[in-house]
């Protein structure tokens, strides 16, 4: 091994740990997030340029649709008249693709181990768990008890917040075999972190992170079966003994309050808002916002369809179109919404920036499914918890993607591209290894 790889994979690790912990503490660290990603750009160039390496058709597909993303923002960007601050503020946003497309191949050309890739998520997953703690702490909750405040509002977003500790959630459930092969010390610290994180997300109060846990359940729970049945062999009945394990875990979770109180809760409420929202009584409600803003954002698409109405123009068209509809159809006078965003970001690139910005996106998101979908039956016992663990961070985020716009801020960006580089990265080893003989 040459010790010049071993010091760049030291010098990457040591800088996406810090990106985890600035975007994720964005609102507490006075520090641009951003600084360290050129860092990044700069290193993973040095490498590229350093390191001659074949790589594999998945990541020039992966490239060729950051370029494609960052390309056509340009183009609409500058196809309006004069862009703006908002404009301007996106489209740098979006010019952080070609930090993640230079991070994917000098990763792949450097080849660290699967210690890398688990030790980064633990990091990502303290860092989160850490700054909920924070809340918490502020909030009283230690001394006092616990009230009725959400987690991830008193120093971030509490919905932003419990995307990026979802996230962490979801990947990490995979990391237990990999723990058990460190210590079984370190399995216990593993499992009581993945706890955590559970705990967090359903703290936070946001069914946006929630969303997420069914394909987690289905993915992660056949996983474990095989991994189960492998591990007794003798077991006469493992289907019925792995899912009495399970109903046991899940029945105990359910069992504990501070679990299954907001989970009910704002399932109940998201209920009776919709209900509300459709029989025209009201859109006063978290869901009734957002419903309004969909359809009128979908009355305005097909005026706008090739290049959007532009990211300057979104304000005062939310403004005045939602004053409009809440009073032609739910009777009610209010000044119009001020919301920043959609709350949709499917809905909101193509409102702002029309077809191609909207289909870029919608493309990063089949690209994810079908690959890390089409690896999971050959990948090696090491890679596939990753693989598994990309498939699922793939649906949960595409999800997300329905009543969020993370793409239109740079840390919940950051949040994205970063996870799914090094997914695809680690989940293509087998085929590093293969490519290398």
């Known amino acids: 091994m040459k010790i010049s790889d071993f010091i760049y994979r030291r010098m ?27 860092l990044i750009c700069l290193l993973s160039s040095l490498v590229i340029f350093k390191i001659k390496k074949e790589i594999p058709n998945a990541i020039w597909v992966w490239s060729g649709l950051l370029v494609l993303y960052w390309l056509t923002t340009l183009m609409v960007t500058f196809a309006h008249d004069s862009p703006e601050k908002r404009a301007i503020t996106v489209l740098s946003v979006v010019s952080l693709s070609w930090v993640f497309l230079a991070l994917t191949i000098a990763l792949y050309k450097l080849r660290p181990s699967f210690d890398f890739f688990w030790y980064l998520m633990v990091i990502g997953g303290v860092v989160a768990v850490s700054l909920g703690f924070l809340d ?6 230690f001394s006092s008890g616990i009230n009725g405040f959400r987690l991830g509002n008193h120093h971030s977003n509490a919905v932003k917040y419990a995307v990026i500790v979802n996230s962490f959630f979801v990947i990490l459930l995979g990391a237990l075999p990999w723990a058990y092969q460190k210590s079984r010390w370190f399995l216990s610290l593993v499992i009581l ?3 955590a994180l559970l705990v967090v997300a359903i703290s936070t109060k946001s069914r946006t992170a929630w969303i997420g846990w069914p394909e987690a359940l289905v993915g992660w729970g056949v996983y474990y079966f095989y991994l189960f049945r492998s591990f007794f062999p003798k077991i006469k009945y493992p289907k019925t003994v792995f899912f009495l394990v399970l109903s046991t875990a899940f029945v105990s979770l359910a069992s504990i309050d501070v679990i299954r109180e907001p989970i009910v809760e704002r399932t109940q409420q998201a209920v009776q808002e919709f209900e509300r929202y459709v029989e025209r009584q009201t859109m006063q409600s978290s869901i009734g916002y957002r419903l309004l803003g969909y359809e009128v954002a979908i009355e305005k698409i097909p005026e706008v369809f090739w290049i959007g109405i532009g990211e300057d123009a979104f304000p005062d068209f939310l403004k005045e179109e939602t004053r409009q509809f809440a009073k032609e159809h739910f009777n009610e006078n209010i000044a119009g919404f001020g919301f920043s965003q959609l ?3 499917f809905l909101m690139s193509f409102l702002t920036k029309g077809v191609f910005v909207f289909s870029s996106i919608v493309l990063f998101f089949i ?3 079908v690959f890390f979908a089409r690896r999971v039956r050959n990948a090696s016992k090491e890679e596939k918890p ?6 699922i961070f793939s649906i949960s985020s595409c999800l997300a993607f329905l009543p969020e716009t993370p793409l239109q801020n740079t840390d919940m960006s950051t949040h994205f591209f970063l996870l799914c580089s090094l ?9 590093q290894e293969i490519l290398n003989d």
């Open 12 to 38: 990457f690790f040591f800088l996406l740990a810090i990106t985890f912990v600035l975007y994720i503490y964005r609102n507490v660290i006075v520090f641009n997030v951003e600084f360290i990603l050129v």
């Open 343 to 345: 709350h949709n970001q």
């Open 367 to 369: 690209f994810l499914i």
């Open 136 to 141: 918490a702490y502020e909030y009283g909750w």
């Open 193 to 195: 972190l993945v706890i």
């Open 386 to 391: 990753v693989v598994i663990g990309g498939l």
């Open 423 to 431: 997914l695809i990265v680690f989940s293509l080893r087998e085929q």
